[in-house]
């Protein structure tokens, strides 16, 4: 089975690559992009029912940094 | 309107990031993991009535290295 989480910084978490990414947008002429966040997508390849809470336990032991991350986990 | 865009390396380029996350995965006692893929997921705050081809077009100028990566789009 495979699952599939994001990994975002929290609202209020200042993202500097997504503003490098908002920045370099409108410097290509893509105007109209009022803002951009930058976070992360894992896939992961997991042994037959594996359960959401053992994924939740990898998040958050390892996958995010719940201090400043919120994480979501989509079971595929 | 938003837009979710994700990029993962292509199958068959060697993900170092995700090999990390896998083994550091194992130390930790999650066992049965197969396989760790990671890329980036990026959340677009754009105009109304942005078209898909437009967030494409952002994807294959700035977003995505499209020699080793693919991207998907998702307009929210």
Not at 22 to 33: E, K
Not at 39 to 56: N, P, Q
Not at 58 to 76: D, Q, W
């Given at each position: ?11 209020g ?5 997504g ?19 930058q ?18 336990e ?19």
């Open positions: 089975m495979k699952a599939r989480v994001h990994v975002m910084l929290k609202d978490v200042l993202d500097p690559q503003e490098a990414v908002r920045h370099a947008l409108g410097s290509l002429g893509f105007d109209g992009v009022a803002g951009v966040r976070g992360k997508v894992i896939e992961l390849e997991l042994a037959e029912g594996t359960t959401e809470a053992t994924v939740g990898m998040c958050e032991k390892l996958l995010a940094n719940t201090v400043i991350e919120s994480y979501r986990i989509e079971l595929l």
